[in-house]
DNA sequence: CCTTCAATCTACAGCAACTGTAGTTTATCC
DNA sequence: GGATAAACTACAGTTGCTGTAGATTGAAGG
């Protein structure tokens, strides 16, 4: 029997994020101790690295709550995880075009700078007036 | 004299945006018309579109203000300035780096998915085994 | 002048995904 | 049996908004 603690270390996640994963239903209801204290199996050891993994690959809650349901139900098809793996790597793909925007703006304001003076900054000229933007940035960058 | 609404529509801002940058003092709070409602003028679009503009550059809330600040007293260094920018180019290009690790792995991931059942699903197998990765991505993905 | 209706107001709850704090109780070791 | 680390609950705070409810206000048309 794992006490909370040792979850937390083998699995790099703060004990307050443990409880709120049980809080959420993410994680199982833990056994219970005579004093109140939670004590864990291997298997739920499993399930909260599962967790991490996926929030470490970028995974909302709620997909891990679909992918933890498809593990949990083995003979069920695969699609179905397949298809919120590649949603995920969509995102990611989206997440990065948009920041490489970013970067390109970034840096040819910063390169432009060279004034003494914020009066002749580039870098809150820019700021100042979108029209000197070279790409579209209209969604906020995630 | 603008009201609260044009603001919102010239610079695609949610009204209760508006109120809550001023509630946080990034807008100065706004002149009032007898009935209570905020009249604005032309600066203060100036400094919402900044304000905008820099969010979508994906400066955060803080860092905002510091430029506003800068931006407010334009016999300063420019080198605050510069330095804040830099400051989200590194951040920006941190974020892109971690990214390309998680679309390298997720891709994997998807690429070698041809298990039709869950049991066998090389999605789950992957999130189940952290040992599995190529990369480390100990990081969440921001 | 009066109605009407969109726009605005305040106040507060909620989102994601935790993290931190305070004050108390339990488990373990010597 | 005492000390001390670790656990407990409960709740507030983080970032940057967004949404809702219910009450007013302002401007335009008749």
Redesign the pocket.
Known sequence: ML????L?RRTG?????I???EEIGLMNE?G???????RYFEKDLDRLAF?RHS?QLGF???SIRELLDLSDNPSQSCAEADSIARRQLRQVEQRIKRLQALKKELKRMVAECEGDSVAECKVLEVLRDHSECLTEHDE?GA
């Open positions: 006490a909370i603690g040792t937390s996640t703060k004990v307050q994020t409880r709120y994963y833990a219970r101790t005579a004093g109140g204290q939670r967790i929030r909302s809650l709620d906020i």
